[in-house]
């Protein structure tokens, strides 16, 4: 088969397929100046002048997160991170019009398509939306580059629009990313087998099992160790290698996200059982079945809000302990300057850590708005999908509000318990690293000498020698379960979870429309 | 006559339901036969299983003398792009590219030039008098030109064997002539071995040789459609 023959049948389709390569395009677009922006910040200079390293840091922005070398890989790591529910959505994208391209694919390989070819159609139909959409997205970053790159009186930059990638760099991301999804759809379809009788979906026959629990246990206890550990190490004076404690984050963190969005499927599972077991209206008795009969929909669709939720009220939790180390720090001094008769002064907080961890919670909502519109598509293909049964359900006289009844259920029964584990799992995994309790003070002392004995002061018991002994209190306050915050992000998340299901609901009248009796 | 395809006690199941149950037959080159038989009898089964696209449970099948059951997909599904066409009821047209690219696709998997692809297209589609279609897609044509144009697709490779499962069912008595009449005339120029399975009298007076085939095993009676016809 050759090339142009392979890139004719990737792009063949209806309607459908063109609105899948716009979408997928589209979410590589997003991938693309997330990559690159974190390319760009790893391109930043850590040296003005070589020969005077010490002397002249490359800081010429006004932002402090790329001012300091030190934060500036963190920063990338971050960007990077952002990239999960962009994929994430361009998986949920990928199955628009599956149905169409199974029949595609079957009808090619009935024309004499080996299975390979046909793997290959399937992984070009990924990697040609994706392709297109890496180069729009390079042209969309070397156009923004030039319109934001504004310098103040100072010469100092709000974005690092000065300094470049290495081509090399870029031409990986470009090409990569495509490169990437057709790996990805040829590993996705290792469930199936395309034959020129149709497509076959080996399905899972097992109902899901709450092993999910076990990686989100890993996850938390990985990170409840962090300080256990450290602490050790300083007392034993033992030294951990550098890379460990960032490994054992990625991949408790890792283990946690993975735990809890397969844990969605267990979920969907278990609440179409108990539904099954109590509803009593058709709606809900609709939604019972489906969600038993598909459970693992709930966690394809919810992955990357979930993902966003989880990471947001991780956030949350550490912009509370920041605020409460700022509070036991200020009384912790006040208490001090009360105990040793100074000037009751109080130094200003340094609110940099603060504003990082915002920052953190602004790209939560920035993914959570990415996953947002994956949960759109997928409510959207769900109700497409089943167009004709849902039409043959209208025509036999089940009113339409019962179906969009059903939809409405399907999605939020899932998005409310799966959302609460989420955010219970981010703050679980934050607490690891940051702990419950800050506590700060005990240990400056005033010693007042007595006329007798003006060195007791130096003597090995002050007190016992007469000496008079003012020890600063110890500070300690519980970290409060930002119960405001954690509100906030469920309200948000339940709220695009029912925005989403109302899209569908938008979908559901033209396809209980009696013509998609017709459909083929 | 020089034989072409066997099958020795072929046996398929699909899950516990047996379809063929050790059937063994043999087709000469050049020969059109007709399987039939009541449905769910075996007989698209058993077109599948000489045609590589399903691979028997047990027993042997084999093209010009060369065992092909234990072949891999790969191998097969180049065996059937080569030397095989197959025609189905429905659903075998690329719904979203027009006749004429359909026609021209084995080819082009094969890697032929698009032009020299097109160019054997336009010449199929000329010979079975459907020129006019060649840009129109299936949604646009009738059954039975649809059906004409399978037809051509499956005999642009210039096939062997053509295996054809009901590939009148889904049209009306006119349509269902003019397209059985045109895959008989080519068969019969081109010397094209065919295996036709069909549920229709009329359709397997074509055939030279009736096969029939009931309950998954061969009819001893071996009184077929065309014989009721004839009987009638």
């Given at each position: 088969m050759k090339p142009g023959t392979l890139l004719r049948l990737a792009v063949a389709g209806t309607r459908t397929d063109t609105m899948r390569i716009v979408l997928t395009a589209f979410g590589a677009v997003l991938g693309t100046l997330a990559l690159l922006s974190a390319a760009t910040v790893l391109a930043i200079p850590t040296i003005h002048d070589p020969a005077h390293p010490d002397e002249t840091p490359y800081a010429p922005y006004t932002n402090g997160l790329l001012r300091e070398p030190g934060l500036r890989p963190g920063l990338s790591i971050a960007l990077i991170l952002l990239t999960i529910p962009v994929l994430l959505f361009v998986g949920q994208c990928a199955r628009l019009g599956a149905p169409g391209r199974d029949r595609r694919l079957a009808a090619v390989r009935l024309a004499g398509a080996t299975p390979r070819q046909g793997l290959a159609i399937a992984g070009a139909e990924s990697g040609v939306a994706m392709l297109l959409g890496t180069v729009v997205g390079l042209l969309v970053y070397l156009g923004s580059r030039r319109l934001l790159d504004a310098p103040d009186a100072h010469g100092l930059r709000p974005l690092p629009t000065d300094v470049l990638p290495a081509w090399s760099a870029i031409a990986g991301i470009v090409f990569g990313l495509p490169a990437i999804a057709a790996l990805a759809t040829a590993f996705l379809l290792r469930r199936v087998a395309v034959t020129p009788l149709g497509v076959a979906r080996r399905t899972r026959t097992h109902p899901p099992r709450p092993l999910p629990g076990i990686l989100i246990v890993f996850g938390v206890v990985t990170f409840a160790m962090v300080t256990p550990v450290a602490r050790y190490t300083v007392r034993h004076h033992e030294v951990v290698p550098s890379y460990?404690?960032?490994?054992?984050?990625?991949?408790?963190?890792?283990?946690?996200?993975?735990?809890?969005?397969?844990?969605?499927?267990w979920l969907s599972f278990t609440v179409g059982r108990l539904l099954v077991r109590y509803a009593r209206r058709p709606a809900a008795l609709i939604a019972a079945?489906?969600?038993?009969?598909?459970?693992?929909?709930?966690?394809?669709?919810?992955?990357?809000?979930?993902?966003?939720?989880?990471?947001?009220?991780?956030?949350?939790?550490?912009?509370?302990?920041?605020?409460t180390e700022q509070r036991v720090d200020a009384i912790d001094q006040h208490l001090a300057n009360v105990?040793?008769?100074?000037?009751?002064?109080?130094?200003?907080?340094?609110?940099?850590?603060?504003?990082?961890?915002?920052l953190v919670g602004y790209g939560a909502l920035v993914a959570g708005l990415i996953a947002a519109a994956g949960l759109a598509v997928a409510v959207a293909n769900s109700v497409v999908e089943r167009?004709?049964?849902?039409?043959?359900?209208?025509?036999?006289?089940?009113?339409?509000?019962?179906?969009?009844?059903?939809?409405?259920?399907q999605t939020v029964a899932v998005a409310v318990p799966a959302l609460v584990v989420a955010m219970t799992t981010g703050l679980a995994l934050s607490s690891g690293v940051a702990r419950p309790t800050v506590a700060s003070g005990g240990q400056d002392s005033m010693c007042t000498a007595p006329p007798a004995d003006p060195r007791a002061c130096f003597s090995t018991d002050p007190a016992a020698h007469g000496a008079t002994m003012v020890v600063a209190p110890t500070v300690t306050e519980q970290v409060p379960i930002p119960w405001g915050e954690l509100g906030v992000i469920g309200g948000w998340g339940l709220g695009a979870t029912v925005l989403t299901a109302a899209l569908g609901l938008a979908f559901l009248r033209a396809s209980t429309a009696p013509e998609e009796l017709r459909t083929t | 006559m020089t034989q072409m395809l066997y099958g020795r006690g072929v046996v398929k199941s699909y899950g516990r339901t047996q379809a063929l149950r050790g059937v063994t037959v043999t087709v000469a080159e050049g020969e059109i036969v007709a399987v039939t038989g009541p449905s769910g009898c075996g007989k698209s089964t058993l077109l599948l299983?000489?045609?590589?696209?399903?691979?028997?449970?047990?027993?042997?099948?084999?093209?010009?003398?060369?065992?092909?059951?234990?072949w891999s997909e790969t191998a097969r599904a180049r065996l059937r792009r080569s030397d095989f066409g197959v025609l189905f009821q429905f659903g075998q047209l690329v719904t979203e590219m027009p006749a004429a690219e359909n026609i021209a696709l084995p080819l082009l998997l094969a890697g032929a030039r698009r032009r020299e692809a097109r160019t054997a297209a336009m010449t199929w589609l000329e010979r079975l008098g459907i020129a006019h279609l060649a840009d129109s897609r299936p949604g646009e044509m009738s059954g039975g030109e649809q059906q004409r144009t399978a037809l051509a697709r499956a005999l642009v490779t210039e096939p062997r064997v053509l295996f054809a499962d009901e590939p009148t069912g889904a049209l009306d008595s006119l349509a269902g002539e003019q397209v059985l009449g045109q895959l008989v005339r080519v068969a019969r120029e081109q010397q094209t071995t065919v295996v036709l399975v069909t549920h229709d009298a009329r359709v397997a007076g074509y055939a030279d040789r009736e096969i029939v085939l009931r309950d998954g095993v061969l009819d001893p009676s071996g009184l077929g459609l065309a014989g009721a016809v004839v009987a009638g």
């Open positions: 460990v404690l960032p490994l054992a984050l990625f991949f408790g963190g890792l283990a946690a996200t993975i735990g809890v969005v397969t844990g969605a499927g079945r489906r969600l038993q009969a598909d459970p693992w929909h709930g966690s394809r669709a919810l992955a990357a809000l979930l993902s966003a939720a989880m990471f947001a009220a991780g956030a949350a939790w550490i912009a509370s302990y920041y605020r105990a040793f008769g100074e000037p009751d002064v109080v130094d200003q907080a340094n609110p940099f850590y603060l504003r990082a961890v915002h167009r004709r049964a849902l039409a043959s359900l209208t025509a036999s006289g089940v009113p339409r509000g019962v179906l969009g009844r059903a939809v409405v259920w | 299983c000489l045609a590589g696209i399903l691979r028997p449970d047990a027993g042997e099948v084999g093209y010009r003398e060369r065992r092909i059951d234990g």
